[in-house]
């Protein structure tokens, strides 16, 4: 968690027991505070967290969770919140849709994740910014307007499309998004440090070393036909 952060403390702590290695006393004074939601107002050097006046454990807390959040499980894997409740969540994982105590769930960072009306309202004042940006989606359903699911799409003139410019795409508004890597050119992609691949193709990331002999080699075919294509156009870097 980090600063700014809702959490709540929780309310099975013992008064008088150590936690955090031994590093934080559970004095009478901070019992009083079990099961109240605060915001984190700084991290020690140790790794805990002011609240309330008072530092605590990490596994003092419980982060609090709101809809649109993406979580990982340890059973389910990474996910995102479609309800909340008290003290459990309905989560959107993968192979399944559970409900979760929000306990058992770890926050992602959502920076990169937002709302499909939130996108479409950036996107329609700065169509520039966001014109040829793509992005998965989350949650939700997406169609085109051929009836097909859409799994990503992309902004053109302030419009989400799906991937191939053929048709607009009918978005929810509380469905999720998530931005995929941008395209850059191969100088920048090279020097990235990272792994790589071409965009627009079902190559995997490799390193810089490996394309370049590929690219060299008339063995290797698919690559091999397609180096001018590849090095004239975009690239993306492993996140």
């Given at each position: 968690?980090?600063?700014?952060?809702?959490?709540?403390?929780?309310?099975?702590?013992?008064?008088?027991?150590?936690?955090?290695?031994?590093n934080?006393?559970?004095?009478g004074?901070?019992?009083k505070?079990?099961?109240?939601?605060?915001?984190?107002?700084?991290?020690?050097?140790?790794?805990?967290?002011?609240?309330?006046g008072?530092?605590?454990?990490?596994?003092?807390?419980?982060p609090?969770?709101?809809?649109?959040?993406?979580?990982t499980?340890?059973?389910?894997?990474?996910?995102?919140?479609?309800?909340t409740?008290?003290?459990?969540?309905?989560?959107?994982?993968?192979?399944?849709?559970?409900?979760?105590s929000?306990?058992?769930?770890?926050p992602?960072?959502?920076?990169?994740?937002?709302?499909?009306?939130e996108?479409?309202?950036?996107?329609?004042k700065?169509?520039?910014?966001?014109?040829?940006?793509?992005?998965n989606?989350?949650?939700?359903?997406?169609?085109?307007?051929?009836?097909?699911m859409l799994?990503?799409?992309?902004?053109?003139?302030?419009?989400?499309?799906?991937?191939?410019?053929?048709?607009?795409?009918?978005?929810c508004?509380?469905?999720?998004?998530?931005?995929?890597?941008?395209?850059?050119?191969?100088?920048e992609?090279?020097?990235s440090?990272?792994?790589?691949?071409?965009d627009?193709?079902?190559?995997n990331?490799?390193?810089?070393?490996?394309?370049?002999?590929?690219?060299?080699?008339?063995?290797?075919?698919?690559?091999?036909?397609?180096?001018?294509?590849?090095?004239n156009?975009?690239?993306?870097?492993?996140?």
């Amino acid at each position: 968690m980090k600063v700014g952060q809702r959490a709540r403390v929780r309310k099975d702590l013992e008064a008088g027991k150590r936690y955090g290695n031994g590093n934080i006393h559970l004095l009478g004074d901070m019992a009083k505070e079990l099961g109240k939601e605060g915001v984190i107002e700084k991290v020690s050097s140790q790794g805990n967290y002011l609240i309330f006046g008072w530092y605590w454990a990490p596994e003092m807390l419980e982060p609090i969770f709101s809809i649109g959040d993406r979580v990982t499980h340890a059973e389910y894997g990474d996910g995102t919140i479609e309800l909340t409740g008290i003290s459990n969540a309905k989560v959107r994982f993968k192979e399944c849709v559970t409900c979760c105590s929000e306990s058992e769930l770890k926050p992602i960072e959502r920076s990169k994740v937002m709302f499909a009306s939130e996108l479409m309202e950036l996107a329609r004042k700065n169509p520039k910014e966001y014109e040829g940006k793509k992005y998965n989606v989350i949650t939700g359903i997406i169609r085109d307007c051929a009836g097909n699911m859409l799994d990503k799409i992309v902004i053109h003139d302030g419009v989400a499309m799906n991937i191939d410019h053929t048709h607009v795409a009918y978005i929810c508004s509380y469905t999720t998004l998530e931005p995929l890597p941008q395209p850059v050119s191969f100088m920048e992609a090279a020097n990235s440090g990272k792994r790589i691949k071409p965009d627009n193709s079902s190559q995997n990331y490799e390193s810089l070393d490996f394309w370049l002999s590929a690219m060299g080699d008339s063995s290797c075919i698919s690559i091999w036909a397609n180096k001018r294509n590849y090095l004239n156009g975009g690239w993306l870097i492993e996140p």
